[in-house]
C-alpha cells in the first residue's frame, strides 16, 4: 500500500510536468526535481521516461473504462448510457487536467510494445462507445440500420467533442462537469438524430443518473 501510494504520488508529479512542459521537452532530471526525489529513487518506480508515459496514460483510461464497466450494464434506456458515458468522460478529464493532456497530446510518442498495449485500450473505449451509439440509433426506430461508416464518423465525432474540453474550460464560468454532460449529449443527439431542439432525457432520469455519480 505504501509503494502504491508513493506510485501514484510520482504518477501525478509527472503528470503535471509533462503537462506543463511537454512530454519531449521533460527530463527524468527535472522530476526529480519537482518532486523531491533522487532519480535513484525514481527509478524504483519505473524503467524510463517512456514507461512513465504510458502509466499515466493506461491509468488514466483503465480507471474510466472500469467505471463504465461496472455502471453502464445497470442503465437501460440507450440515450441514458450514452448520456452516463460522456458524464463519466468529462468528470474524469475535468478532474485529472494534467493526465488528460497527457493522454490527448503525448501518448503519439509511445513505442513498441507501449504503443500497442495503449491502442488496445483505445480501441476496447472506441468499440464501446460505438456500441452505445448503435443502441441509441436502434432505439430511435428509425426503420433503417445505421452504416457501419456513419457509425464510425459519429463515434469518433463524439470523441472530437468530449476529449478536448481541458483546453477551454474554466470552472467557475463553464457548466458543471454534470450538467456539461447533458449539454453536450442533448447537441449530440439533436444532431444525430435529427430530432428537434428539446432534452431527450426525463427529469427523473436525469436525478438517477446523477446519483449514480455521486
Same mark, same amino acid.
Given at each position: 500500500?505504501?509503494?502504491?501510494?508513493? $506510485?501514484?504520488?510520482? &504518477?501525478? @508529479?509527472? !503528470?503535471?510536468?509533462?503537462?506543463?512542459?511537454? *512530454?519531449?521537452? %521533460?527530463?527524468?532530471? =527535472?522530476?526529480?526535481?519537482?518532486?523531491?526525489?533522487?532519480?535513484?529513487?525514481?527509478?524504483?518506480?519505473?524503467a524510463?521516461?517512456?514507461?512513465?508515459?504510458?502509466?499515466?496514460?493506461?491509468?488514466?483510461?483503465?480507471?474510466?473504462l472500469?467505471? $463504465?464497466?461496472?455502471? &453502464?450494464? @445497470?442503465? !437501460?434506456?440507450?440515450?441514458?448510457?450514452?448520456? *452516463?458515458?460522456? %458524464?463519466?468522460?468529462? =468528470?474524469?478529464?475535468?478532474n485529472?487536467?494534467?493526465?488528460?493532456?497527457?493522454?490527448?497530446?503525448?501518448?503519439?510518442?509511445?513505442?513498441?510494445?507501449?504503443?500497442?498495449?495503449?491502442?488496445?485500450?483505445?480501441?476496447?473505449?472506441?468499440?464501446l462507445?460505438q456500441?452505445? &451509439?448503435?443502441?441509441?440509433?436502434?432505439?430511435?426506430?428509425?426503420?433503417q440500420?445505421?452504416?457501419?461508416?456513419?457509425?464510425?464518423?459519429?463515434?469518433?465525432?463524439?470523441?472530437?467533442m468530449i476529449?478536448?474540453?481541458?483546453?477551454?474550460?474554466e470552472?467557475?464560468?463553464?457548466?458543471?462537469?454534470?450538467?456539461?454532460?447533458?449539454?453536450?449529449?442533448?447537441?449530440?443527439?439533436?444532431?444525430?438524430?435529427?430530432?428537434?431542439?428539446?432534452?431527450?432525457?426525463?427529469?427523473?432520469?436525469?436525478?438517477?443518473?446523477?446519483?449514480?455519480?455521486?
Amino acid at each position: 500500500m505504501e509503494y502504491q501510494g508513493r $506510485l501514484q504520488e510520482v &504518477l501525478r @508529479q509527472a !503528470a503535471a510536468l509533462f503537462s506543463e512542459k511537454g *512530454y519531449p521537452s %521533460a527530463s527524468i532530471r =527535472d522530476l526529480s526535481r519537482v518532486s523531491g526525489r533522487s532519480m535513484a529513487g525514481l527509478y524504483y518506480y519505473f524503467a524510463g521516461k517512456e514507461e512513465l508515459l504510458y502509466r499515466i496514460c493506461a491509468q488514466s483510461l483503465q480507471e474510466i473504462l472500469e467505471e $463504465l464497466d461496472r455502471s &453502464l450494464p @445497470q442503465i !437501460a434506456p440507450p440515450q441514458e448510457k450514452l448520456r *452516463y458515458l460522456v %458524464a463519466v468522460h468529462l =468528470d474524469y478529464f475535468l478532474n485529472h487536467r494534467d493526465e488528460m493532456r497527457v493522454l490527448s497530446q503525448d501518448s503519439e510518442f509511445l513505442q513498441g510494445e507501449h504503443k500497442e498495449k495503449l491502442a488496445e485500450q483505445q480501441k476496447g473505449y472506441y468499440l464501446l462507445c460505438q456500441q452505445v &451509439l448503435r443502441e441509441v440509433w436502434e432505439e430511435a426506430g428509425s426503420g433503417q440500420e445505421i452504416s457501419r461508416e456513419e457509425l464510425r464518423l459519429s463515434t469518433l465525432a463524439l470523441f472530437g467533442m468530449i476529449n478536448w474540453v481541458y483546453k477551454w474550460y474554466e470552472p467557475g464560468k463553464d457548466l458543471s462537469s454534470r450538467d456539461l454532460a447533458d449539454w453536450m449529449t442533448r447537441f449530440f443527439l439533436e444532431g444525430y438524430l435529427g430530432s428537434p431542439a428539446t432534452s431527450p432525457f426525463p427529469e427523473q432520469s436525469l436525478r438517477g443518473i446523477d446519483s449514480r455519480m455521486e
